[in-house]
């Protein structure tokens, strides 16, 4: 079945404890993506990668990392996080075909405490 | 730069009714794409279309329905007869191409949560 696993599905932490993001895709897809969700604004870009080692920045990169080492994996890193960072977070896959639609994980919940 | 609004915040209907969901967008492109996705209570964003801009054809699926118009910038999205399942939270989406090739970025609306009571 194709999919964009991620994990944790949810997380509750402190202030400046550093935390990963994975995100796996099983589709051979190039274009990986990471938004975050929140109330009245939509889903926000924060990066996004073309293909193995190509990654740059979206609309909000402060305070985010991200690596693309392997074609299926996508890890988003918060090296501090901060309550800001307290969102829900969706991992996006497509091929190379701009026409094709972004499939999305489940999304993780992130409460930053 | 793209944008893309829902001026339904939130709508509340009874179920059976049919329901329309706005959607406005803003592009200097002339080549886009146009989504919607759903959001069940659940969370999972759920793709429901896509249309490209040189397509003004109406799309029906079922008792869904989505009315593209270029001379509005407007992609608007009907549930007929609307269903107690229909509810979730409704994304439109704008893709903005950069100019790398095969490069995308959605554009999101600020979603508009439909809630259809029994």
């Known amino acids: 079945e194709a999919q964009v696993t991620q994990n944790p599905r949810y997380l509750i932490t402190v202030t400046g404890k550093k935390l990963t993001v994975t995100c796996s895709q099983n589709?051979?897809?190039?274009?990986m993506s990471w938004y975050r969700q929140d109330p009245g604004l939509g889903l926000r870009q924060i990066y996004y990668?073309?293909?193995?080692?190509?990654?740059d920045k979206g609309d909000v990169p402060e305070g985010y990392k991200v690596s693309r080492k392997e074609k299926r994996n996508f890890p988003l890193i918060l090296e501090s996080p901060s309550p800001n960072q307290t969102s829900l977070y969706f991992c996006?896959?497509?091929?190379?075909?701009?026409?094709?639609?972004?499939?999305f994980g489940d999304g993780t919940r992130l409460s930053i405490l | 730069a793209q944008k893309v609004t829902q001026a339904q915040t939130e709508i509340s209907v009874v179920e059976k009714e049919d329901v329309t969901l706005d959607c406005v967008y803003e592009t200097r492109d002339t080549t886009y794409y146009l989504f919607w996705y759903k959001q069940p209570p659940s969370g999972e964003l759920v793709f429901l279309i896509r249309?490209?801009?040189?397509?003004?054809q109406n799309e029906i699926s079922g008792r869904y329905s989505w009315n593209f118009q270029k001379s509005t910038s407007s992609f608007n999205f009907t549930i007929t007869a609307s269903q107690v399942v229909d509810s979730a939270v409704y994304f439109c989406?704008?893709?903005?191409?950069?100019?790398?090739?095969?490069?995308?970025?959605?554009?999101f609306g600020q979603g508009t949560r439909l809630t259809i009571n029994p």
């Open positions: 989406a704008l893709s903005e191409p950069f100019p790398i090739q095969g490069a995308q970025k959605l554009v």
């Open positions: 589709m051979n897809h190039e274009y």
């Open positions: 996006a896959s497509r091929g190379q075909n701009t026409n094709q639609p972004q499939h």
């Open positions: 990668s073309m293909n193995v080692e190509v990654t």
């Open positions: 249309r490209n801009s040189f397509d003004e």
